[in-house]
C-alpha cells in the first residue's frame, strides 16, 4: 500500500511532482529507492535536473579531529554565494568533511578510481571466488558483485552516511539539493592522518569521530 507519507517523503528526496512520486511508488511497489532512481531515470527529479548546471560557488571546509591527529579539507560546490552563505549548505559541507575523517574514503566517485587499482582488486577477489570454489561461469558476475562493496567503502558519494547509516552520501546531498534549489557537488578533498606512513601503535580513528559526532 502507498502511503501518503511514502509520497510525501519521495517528493521532499526528488522535488518531483506528488502525482509523479505516486506513480513511481505504485510501479515499484513501494520500494523508496527504486522509485527515486526511476524519477531521476525519467529526468522528473528536481535534482537530477540541476545537476548539470555549474556549480562553482561553495565552501573549502576544514574538520580537525582529536587534538589535531587527523585532518580533513573539502571543497563542496553550489551554483551561488547566496547559498553557500546559508546555514544549510554549512551544515552539509560539515556532515561531509566528518564523513571523510571517519570513513576514510579514497575518492569522490568510482569513476576516479584509476584502473589499474580496479584490475588489482578484480584479481584479488577472483582469486577469492576461486579458492571458495566457486564455479568459473559465475565468477565474473560475483567479481562484478563484489566490486560493489568495494566502491561503497573507497567513493565517498556510495558510503554510508556516519549519522544516518540507511542513506548514502549522495542520498544526503540529494535531499539537500531538493531543500535548496541548487546543484551541489563534491569537487575535491584531502584527508591527513597524524603519523601516516609510519609504523607505529594502531588507532581506531574512525570509532573516535563517530563518538564524537554522537555526543
Known amino acids: 500500500m502507498i502511503t501518503a507519507g511514502m509520497v510525501k517523503e519521495l517528493r521532499e528526496r526528488t522535488g518531483a511532482g506528488m502525482m509523479d512520486c505516486k506513480k513511481a511508488l505504485t510501479e515499484t511497489n513501494g520500494d523508496m529507492e527504486k522509485a527515486v532512481d526511476s524519477l531521476r531515470e525519467k529526468g522528473l527529479a528536481a535534482a537530477a535536473k540541476k545537476a548539470s548546471r555549474i556549480a562553482s560557488e561553495g565552501l573549502v ?12 579539507l573539502v571543497e563542496v560546490n553550489c551554483e551561488t554565494d547566496f547559498v553557500a552563505k546559508t546555514d544549510d549548505f554549512k551544515s552539509l559541507v560539515r556532515d561531509i568533511a566528518m564523513q571523510i575523517a571517519a570513513a576514510n574514503p579514497g575518492y569522490v566517485t568510482r569513476e576516479e578510481v584509476p584502473e589499474e587499482i580496479l584490475n588489482h582488486e578484480r584479481e584479488i577477489l577472483r582469486a577469492q571466488a576461486l579458492n571458495e570454489g566457486k564455479p568459473a561461469n559465475i565468477v565474473e558476475k560475483m567479481i562484478e558483485g563484489r566490486l560493489k562493496k568495494f566502491y561503497q567503502e573507497n567513493c ?7 549519522k544516518d ?9 540529494t535531499e539537500r539539493v531538493s531543500k535548496i534549489g541548487e546543484n551541489i557537488s563534491v569537487r575535491r578533498f584531502t584527508r591527513y592522518q597524524l603519523g601516516e606512513g609510519i609504523e607505529k601503535k594502531s588507532n581506531d580513528f574512525a570509532a573516535e569521530v563517530m563518538a564524537a559526532v554522537n555526543k
Open 156 to 162: 565517498l558519494l556510495e558510503q554510508a552516511f556516519i
Open 61 to 72: 571546509e576544514s574538520y580537525i579531529h582529536g587534538a589535531g591527529r587527523i585532518g580533513v
Open 165 to 173: 547509516p540507511d542513506k548514502t552520501i549522495t542520498q544526503l546531498i
